[in-house]
């Protein structure tokens, strides 16, 4: 609105072809000057910088028998998974850009171990899920809880081989596949989110009750 009025005003005091160009150097500048602003601000704009950098995490079960999972994760492709892991609790191989560092801990005295690749400050510019993967491979001997949060992944969470105890999933926009296993007993799933595509597989024959709410 202000270069369009600043281009009426030329336009109105200086003659014809010269007040367009006047009119486009002015709309010029100002495009620069915001440019400049956006980019004063720390953080404003986010961008990798260089390639994806792969990170390896593990650590021994030693005396935890009731592990529970709390991954939380921005935008991502993300794959759960059981398995066989020796003496490990868990192995996960995390992919993300050079100047982010996800963190991974596990506390042995709660049996918690704790997954975040949280979202960069500022505007993405472009799709980040192809360079920002989680991959987990959880013990398949002992039950598991998990608490996940994620906002704009594409997660593929085959639980078929896990000994499960519970699941709860907040997702932003996002596509989720989830697998279950066969349950010893009832298996709590509470799943919420926004524009969500949810995918749920069960074992044939498994009895299921659904409860849900929405607007």
Known sequence: LIALGLAIVFRDRV??????????????VLLVAA???IGAIPGAISSSSGPAVTRH???????VVKPRLELSVGAATVRVHAGTTGADLYQATISAPRDEKPEVRLDPTTGTLTVALPNRSGFDWGNDNGTRTVDLTLDDQLPWALA????????????????LSSVNL???????????????????????GGAMRLTVQRPAGTPIRVNSSGG
Do not use: H
């Open 15 to 28: 003659p014809g072809r010269l007040a367009t160009v006047v009119g486009a150097l002015v709309l010029i």
């Open 35 to 37: 440019a400049g602003a």
């Open 170 to 192: 907040e997702s932003g926009a996002s596509s989720i596949r989830l697998t279950l296993p066969k349950p010893s007993g009832t298996i709590p799933v509470n799943v919420s």
């Open 148 to 163: 996940l949060s994620t906002g704009a992944t594409q997660s593929t969470l085959d639980l078929s081989n896990l000994k």
């Open 57 to 63: 995490f593990s650590a021994p079960a030693a005396e």
